[in-house]
Nanobody, 114 residues
């Protein structure tokens, strides 16, 4: 059974940092492309960052380049999103997803506000 559980969200001031985690069961993260998405209230879901299976190459939305880093821990079968220099426009629910599978986690809320 595929399961993705996101955690690590919260309320942070502008300029602050958070690290999101996505614990996966039912498949191996190192063998799949893993993607972090986010959805702000009233807006469509957008791709934030992706990491490939072979080579672990990464790609980012222009809006987060230089501030966010996607990574994975194969031993823990977990994907991370390190978010630095957070801005109010980063406020959203963040989800991780593997395109090969149709499942989504419950997401984790990130709120950037003073």
């Amino acid at each position: 059974q595929v399961q993705l559980v996101e955690s690590g969200g919260g309320l942070v001031q502008p300029g602050g940092s958070l690290r999101l985690s996505c614990a996966v069961s039912g498949f191996t993260v190192s063998s799949n492309i893993m993607i972090w998405y986010r959805q702000a209230q009233g807006k469509e879901r957008e791709l934030v960052a992706a990491i490939t299976s072979a080579g672990g190459h990464t790609n980012y939305a222009d809006s987060v380049k230089g501030r966010f880093t996607i990574s994975r821990d194969n031993a823990k079968n977990t994907v991370y999103l390190q978010m630095n220099s957070l801005k109010p426009e980063d406020t959203a629910v963040y989800y991780c997803h593997a395109p090969r599978f149709g499942d989504w986690g419950q997401g984790t809320q990130v709120t950037v506000s003073s």
